[in-house]
Every structure is written in C-alpha cells, then in structure tokens.
C-alpha cells in the first residue's frame, strides 16, 4: 500500500494577468522503504507540488485534488490541528537554501528542540539528548556545542545536515527533500546525498526527492517521475526510465546528459517551458518536441498504461512489442 | 538595467522618459488611498489658489454682533456664516479658506530650502574626501539630536516669532534627513559601473555630480520631499499653535487654534475645524506620500 | 560586540562636543547685547548688568567663555535661571521625573498597542482589519497632537466629565514626592484615591502623546513582519507543524523586532518634542511646559541648559538602542 497517494492535484495560484495553473493533474504514490526522484525543469511545478501535500504554500492558492491522502488518512479534510500534528512528525520536509531555512534569531538546538516539544513526549533531558544523537547521525562533529550555535555561525553544508537532523527528529515516515544539495558546494553535494539515502536504508522511511539534476537520479532513486510545465509526463523504475525512456522530453533530457553524448557538441532542448500565456493547446511539450505533428499542436495527449511509463504523450517512444497503446 | 540605458546616452534616456512616466502613474493609480490623497491635495491647492475669489469675506473682518456663532446646523447658526464665527465675529468658513494659502506656502517653502540645501549638502558628502564627508555627517548628527520642534522653537526664539523665521527653523531642522537620504544614495550610485565609464569618460566633477549621480538618486528624495511638506505643515502649525510662529490675526491654522483654546469647553467648532483642516490636508500628503513611496519602491529595487 | 560598543562611542564623544558648542552659541548669537536683549521689558540697573556680564564671563575671550561653559557642564553646573534664581540643573531634576512618567506611560501604551496591531495587519494582509487598522495608522501619524488633545478635553473632561483638564494630581491630595513619579508616590501616601486621581490626571495626556509613536510602530511592524514572513525560515518553522500563533508571535515576530526596536528608540526624540506640546496643553509639570515657559519668559539660561539637556538625554537613549540593536540581533552580537 502507498504511504502516500495523490490523484489530480492541481494548483492555481492568481495572478494580475488571471489564473496562473502552477500543477496540473499530477498523480504520485510513494510506499514505505521507497525512493521516488522528481525531476524537471524550474517551474515545472516539482515544488509546488509537494508544498501542497504539506499544507506549506501561500493563502492566495488553490489547492484541488481528487485523493491527497497519507497512510489511507485525507489529508483535504482534516482540521488544521490535526494536520499539524502529522506535519513534521510523520511528514517532514527539507528545502533548497539551508542558509535561509533556519531562523536567524534562535540557535540550531532550540529550533529541533522546538520540534521535539510539538510532537514528542519527552523531558527536558530527553530532548537534549535525542538532539545530540541526532547531530551525531547526521555527522555533526561537536554536537554539544554545535547545537548552542545560530545559523550564521556554521556553513550552508552544516546548516543543510541541521536541516535534515530536524526532519528527522520525530522519526517521519517519509521525508520530502526538495532540492536539498542545489544551493551546496560540488563536494559537500555528494556528502548530504549519501547521508539521506544512508538515513533512508536505515529508518525505513520514504523518501521524496525533488531535483533538476539527472545524475542525482541515476545515483539515488528507485523510480523517477519527471514533471514537465506542471503535468507528470513520466514515470519509471530508474533502471527502465535510463534505458528506455518513453516520452521524447525524458529522451531529450537524458540526451542532455554530458555522459550520454554521442556527438562532440552536447544537444540541447530549444525553446523554453511554457509561462502563463503561451500555454499551447494540445501537448505542453509540443513546441519544442522534434516529433510533434499537427495532432500534437492542438489536441491534449492521453496517459499511458504502465508498461509505457504512463507516458503523457500521443506517440511514445520506444514501446515494448507486448504493450498496448492508447490513443486520444 | 537602468545603468545600460544612462550609459548609452541623452536620446535614449530622453526617449524613455514617458514610458517611465506612464508606468509610474500605473503604479500609482493602483493604490486608491494615494488617488484620493492627490484629488484632496489637488482641491487645497486650488482652495489656497483661489482663496479670495472662494470665500465670502474678508478673513479679518470683524462682525461685532455674531461673535461666535455656531454653524448653519445647529440651533442659532445661519447661512452668513456656514461654519460659525470665532470670538471676535470673524467668519471661521473665510479664514480656513485663507488659512490654506498659509499651509501651502509654509510647506512649498520648507520642502525647496530644505531639499535644496540638503541635496547640495549631501552631494557635496558623498564626493568629498573622508574628512569632509565625517565632518558633514556629524554636524547633521548634532542637528539631529535636538527634537526637531525644539531646536524650531528655540531657534524661532531667537529670531524672532514670525511665520518667516519659522519656515526658516523648520527648513533647517528638517534638512539633515536629506542631506543623509543624498548622500547614502550618491555612495550606492557611485559604486555602480556607469559612474565610473562616466570617469573614465573623462566627465569633471561637476558634471558627474549633477548630471550623472544625481538623476539616479532622486526616487527616495521625493518621498521624502512628501513627507517633510506634511512634517513642515503640521510643525508650522504646532508653532503657530504656541505662539511662535504667524501672529494674530493671521488666518494661520495652528495661530487659529491657539486663539481658541480658551473656548474649548464653551464653542466647539472653532477649536474643531482648524484642526480637521490640519488633518485632512496632512493626511492627504501622507497618503500621496505612501502611494509615491509604493510607485517608485519597485524600480528601486529591480535597480 | 565590544568594537561595535567603541565605535558608537567614539561617535558619541564628537556629538556631544558639538552640542554644547551649539547651546554654548545660543546666547552669543542672540542679535544685540545679550543682557539687554535678555533682560528684555523688565530693565535692568547698571549694577544688575555688570553683575550679568562678570557671571556670563562676555568680557572674557570666546574660547575661554567655552572652556568654562564646558568644564561647568562636566561638573553639573548649567547656570541659574533669571526667574526663579534657582541652578538649572537642579530645577531640570526636580521636573523631570514628571516628563519621564509620562513618556514612559506614553511609549508603554505606543508599544502595548502598536506592537499587536502591526503583527495583526500583517498576519491579515489586504483584508478588511489590515485596511482598518492601517487607515487608522495613518490618520494618528498625520494628527496635529495639540488639536487632538484639545478635542479629547472636550470628549472625556467637557462632556464626559470623567478625566481632569490639567495638573498631576488632584488638589485635594497633598504629600510628599520622594520618587517623583506620581504613580508611586500617590500609591505610597496611602492616601483615599490619590493613586486613582494620579491615573486619572495621566491617562489623557500619555495617550496624546502616545499617538504619533503608536502609528509609527503599528505602521513599521507590520512593514518589517511583512517581509520576515516571506521568509524560507518562516515556512521551516511551519513545516515542524508549528500553530499559526507561534509561527508568528515567536518565530517570525522575533526577526521583525529587530528594525521595529530602532524605530522605538528612535521614537523617544519625538517623544520629548510632543511633550512640549502636550505638556503645554495639559499643564502638566515637566521639562516641556518649563521649556516653553522659560522662552516666553526669556528665561535664557534655562533655555539653554534644557537644550542641552534634552539633547544629551536623546542621545544617551540613542546610544542605548544601538546596543540592544546589537542585543537583539545575534548576528551583531557574536562575531
């Protein structure tokens, strides 16, 4: 069973040029003990997404969907009280820019300590101390003093692995990581990736990671959705999506990659994603897909069945000999 | 962005003036409460314009036998005097009408001494030496550790209480914030790369002073020019109120107010109307001031 | 923390200096013979005038006359009023606990009730209550206080008949003054209703005097929670399912102190010149109504001591929010 289970979230947000659609009908289900991997462009709506599911963007959006449920509970219909109890405790999420992600006014300790307090029955003591062991976990050196410190005083791969020891503070069930090495030096990147697939295998937990970066992908997740101008146009176990990718952005993407290139000069996607007004009729991809034809320009391609990587697309790629197509 | 356009030359800046203009005003209108402020300020400037054509009498004329009357809606007002009279007959209506001109020139007077000298100064600040500029800023430092009314109404005590030496003390106490507003503009434009293609250009110091630098400076000295012509109105007020600013019988707002305190508890409307003249009027700058502040904000930080 | 304390110090030195040579100036540049000119209507005997110029020292050098006023200043000694012939100095201190009750009075409800309305507009942005509460804002910044307090007089003492029109306290009570904070001495005297007369003499004159500061600190909270609260650590603190209230009581309320601390200390300078107004207008004993007095009476000495005063007490609190500034804001205070 999925611990998590969305079917057709969308996100509207309004703007002063009307309704701006940031997610589009987006499905994603995550087991425990599972790494899924979102990948996209910026602004294709990856962290929108997943900002909705914990109840984190702003009043001005709209929030719809035909399920949002985590472990079989609605998350749609329960009172904010009792969301906030889930938030943070069995759902926990980390964000892109560490350095601006703590508050500047309270030490590092106070802030997981704050956590603890919300959601945990602990003393006092016991506090202290599950925040020293959580320090030691995430590979903080020092934690005893290092948890006296304010943000400013330790470095954006230090804050990143504070971040990541409050997430994981009250044991979550899964942990929604959203482009957690992004802001963060090349070296330190590897370090904070190892660290969150490492604390995966050993807690058991569900991890959703959000990133731009293919190679992230290949080396970390389970299964892959890509997102692309707000729609799930993919998604694939790892190994299947790098070897037979179904829709042509997945294809373009990878081809994009500078260990895959086959030619002296790296290819590249033209055009640009889609904003609030250019939207196109039919497939969102359309203009910038070699293989678009007329139908693609003016009719919305179906989803796929499984065994075509549920592949938004009018003509997959790729399509095993035994699958069965569908058409719009 | 704004740096390339300056960079490029007079025609393409001058081309580009109405666009700004336009885009501007479409900031502005946005924010209802700075629309309503400009038509209020709009009809006090022409009130202080046309103030003998408006009112219907001599603002000093007095009617010995209607001494503070109450106005038309109340029991023994009339329509000879729609707001009532004061204590010695004169019709309130005519001397708040003409009480506006005093306002206005209190306020245009302070804002251009002020702002004047206080860009000048701050020009001068940010392009001067290091000594100079210290010893600039801790002059206006001492200025501004006296309470602004204070050092206004001291100053007015020893020049004397006129309405003109206040505008004179409130220009000067009020002329510190521009000189720092300038200043720290000027050393946040200067470090920019079109101030030093200027130099490299080979422009003399004048010339960057005046043509380059400060065109670029000029949003926050606005605002702050709306500002200080409610501050200089409500401080000239505030004098007037305490006697040190325009005499009896001026028909100056706060001077009003001060010739009707003693008849607070017994004839309420001629305490009540110079006051809410003061506040209507300042609170419509203020809002302007707001809506200028919120029009002009965006590019500045786009910059 | 210590260099930022030096810093601002070494700033505070050179000011200082420049406001005593600024009321030093203040009797020397007064058009004509200063004891002429300060003796104005009264007149003055030919004795009375020597007396003067010996006790001014006008006969002396200029830089000398300085280095006395100076050195008098240094050791509290700001020359003696024309009036009452009593020491300025002494007389500042014996008024001036009046002006400090009412100001604190004044930026208590400033702060009891800007702080809360400020975190509520922002909290509530664009609706009804922000409108209400900012319209309002802006109304009590652009009030002209004198007129506001005369038309609370006729509200709350004319036709209410609940507060008194002027004065500290009640004539009935009669006691000593040892703090000279009416609210305690009048607690202290045991007195039947003295306590009650003193708040009541207080309340109407601290809320006129509260009113500017009060739209100034609602105005720049909710500036300053509006921006914290677009802030990533914001939204950090709501993913931990933190309650709304903490998210913005604590979390984000915290950081916006930081500038709206600046605009409270900066406050205290329009404090003390609003106390000029409505000290006048409530008759209320302090350095304000002195002030005002002591220049229709050209009473310069005082005048000049009570410049310099107020001054260096703007300052000193100046100096003081520099360093709570650096206290409040970790990143000033541990470098």
């Known amino acids: 069973m999925s611990l998590l289970k969305i079917r057709n979230l969308g996100v509207e947000f309004p703007t002063a040029g009307g309704p701006f659609k940031a997610v589009d009908g987006v499905d994603v289900d995550v087991a425990a003990g599972e790494i899924l991997a979102i990948v996209g462009e910026s602004g294709s709506g990856k962290s929108v997404s997943m900002l909705a599911t914990m109840g984190l963007l702003p009043w001005t959006a709209t929030v719809t969907a035909d399920e949002l449920s985590f472990d079989g509970r609605d998350l749609r219909r329960m009172p904010p009280r009792e969301r906030r109890n889930l938030i943070g405790a069995d759902l926990a999420m980390i ?20 956590a603890l307090r919300k959601h945990t029955d602990l003393t006092r003591e016991g506090r ?63 370090q904070i990736l190892d660290l969150l697939t490492g604390l995966q295998k050993e807690t058991g937990m569900g991890l959703i990671l959000i990133t731009h970066d293919m190679g992230v992908v290949a080396e970390t997740a389970e299964r892959v959705a890509v997102q692309y101008a707000g729609q799930k146009v993919e998604d694939q176990p790892v190994g299947d999506l790098f070897d037979h990718p179904h829709h042509p952005y997945t294809a373009a993407l990878l081809a994009a990659l500078p260990e895959r290139a086959t030619e002296k000069r790296l290819p590249t996607i033209p055009g640009v994603v889609p904003g609030q007004h250019d939207r196109p009729a039919g497939c969102l991809f359309s203009p910038r897909c070699k293989f678009a034809d007329e139908r693609c320009h003016t009719v919305p391609p179906p989803v796929q069945p499984p065994a075509i990587g549920q592949a938004r697309c009018h003509y997959p790629l790729d399509v095993p000999a035994h699958a069965e197509q569908v058409s719009a | 962005m704004a740096d390339a356009s300056s960079q490029t030359g007079r025609t393409l800046i001058d081309a580009d003036r109405p666009g700004r203009l336009a885009e501007f005003w479409s900031y502005f209108r946005e924010n209802r409460g700075a629309v309503i402020g400009l038509y209020v300020f709009t009809a006090f400037l022409l009130t202080a314009i046309f103030a003998p054509l408006l009112a219907p009498y001599d603002p000093s004329q007095q009617f010995r036998e209607a001494t503070l009357q109450p106005p038309v809606w109340q029991d023994g007002g009339t329509w000879a005097f729609p707001l009532g009279t004061d204590a010695v007959g004169r019709d309130m209506l005519s001397r708040l009408i003409f009480g506006a001109r005093f306002s206005f020139f209190v306020g245009i007077v302070v804002v251009v001494v002020a702002a004047t000298g206080g860009i000048l100064i701050g020009l001068i600040a940010g392009f001067a030496p290091k000594w100079l500029d210290t010893l600039i800023m801790r002059l206006m430092d001492i200025i501004l550790a006296f309470p602004s009314l204070l050092l206004a109404l001291v100053l007015v005590a020893i020049l004397g209480p006129t309405l003109l030496n206040a505008m004179i003390a409130i220009a000067l106490v009020l002329q510190p914030h521009y000189v720092r507003l300038t200043r720290a503009s000027v050393l946040s434009e200067r470090a920019k790369d079109y101030v030093t293609s200027a130099r490299v250009a080979g422009a003399g110091r004048v010339r960057m002073m005046f043509v380059t630098v400060l065109p670029n400076c000029l949003s926050p000295i606005i605002v702050q020019a709306a500002l200080s012509f409610s501050t200089a109105i409500l401080d000239a007020a505030a004098l007037g109120f305490l006697g040190m600013g325009a005499q009896p019988p001026t028909p100056e707002w706060g001077t009003m107010l001060a010739d009707a305190r003693e008849f607070v508890l017994r004839a309420w409307w001629v305490v009540t109307f110079p006051g809410i003249a003061i506040l209507v009027t300042v609170l419509a700058i203020n809002l302007m001031g707001d809506g200028l502040r919120d029009a002009l904000d965006p590019k500045l930080k786009r910059s | 923390m210590l260099r930022f304390l030096l810093t601002r110090l070494g700033t505070f030195v050179p000011t200082f200096i420049g406001v005593t040579i600024i009321s030093f100036a203040f009797i020397r540049v007064l058009p004509g013979d200063p004891i002429i000119v300060m003796a104005g209507e009264r007149g003055m005997t030919e004795e009375r005038y020597l007396e003067l110029r010996e006790q001014f020292g006008f006969d002396r050098p200029l830089l000398v006359q300085y280095w006395e006023y100076l050195t008098g200043i240094l050791q509290g000694d700001l020359g003696t009023s024309f009036v009452t012939n009593r020491p300025v100095w002494d007389q500042f201190f014996s008024l001036f606990p009046a002006t400090l009750e009412l100001s604190l009075c004044a930026i208590v409800i400033a702060v009891a009730l800007g702080l809360p309305a400020g975190v509520i507009a922002a909290v509530y942005r664009g609706k009804f209550f922000d409108r209400a509460l900012m319209t309002t804002a802006l109304v009590g910044y652009s009030m002209p206080i004198f007129w506001w307090a005369l038309l609370l007089i006729i509200v709350f003492s004319g036709n209410l008949g609940w507060t008194p029109v002027s004065g500290r306290i009640g004539l009935l009570y009669f006691f000593d003054t040892p703090t000279g904070f009416m609210l305690i001495d009048s607690a202290m005297s045991g007195q039947d209703g003295a306590l009650r007369s003193a708040i009541s003499h207080l309340i109407l004159p601290s809320f006129v005097l509260a009113t500017i500061p009060l739209a100034v600190i609602a105005r720049q909270t909710r500036s300053a929670m509006l921006e914290v609260l677009s802030e990533d650590y914001i939204r950090t603190a709501r993913a931990k399912g933190l309650s709304p209230g903490r998210v913005n009581g604590l979390h984000a309320l915290r950081n916006a102190l930081i500038p709206v601390v600046t605009v409270i200390g900066l406050s205290v300078g329009t404090l003390l010149a609003g106390a000029i107004l409505t000290e006048t207008i409530f008759s209320w004993p302090g350095i304000g109504k002195w002030m005002v007095d002591s220049i229709y009476r050209r009473d310069y000495p005082v005048v000049q001591g009570g410049l310099l005063m107020i001054a260096v007490i703007v300052m000193i609190v100046n100096l003081v929010v520099d360093m709570l500034y650096g206290l409040i804001n970790p990143k000033i205070r541990k470098r």
């Not at chain 1, 964000?95 to 704050?114: K, Y």
Request: aromatic share 6%; glycine share 4%.
């Open chain 1, 95 to 114: 964000f892109q820019e560490p350095m601006s992600s703590l508050n500047p006014c309270f030490t590092v300790g106070f802030q997981i300590r704050e």
């Open chain 1, 128 to 190: 202290h101390k599950r925040c020293v062991e959580l320090f030691e976990m995430v590979g903080i050196p020092d934690p005893e003093r290092r948890l006296k410190a304010f943000p400013h005083q330790l470095s954006g791969g230090m804050n990143q692995r504070v971040m990541i020891a409050m997430a994981l503070s009250c044991r979550p069930r899964l942990l929604i990581a959203d482009e957690p090495t992004t802001a963060l030096d090349v070296t330190i990147q590897a």
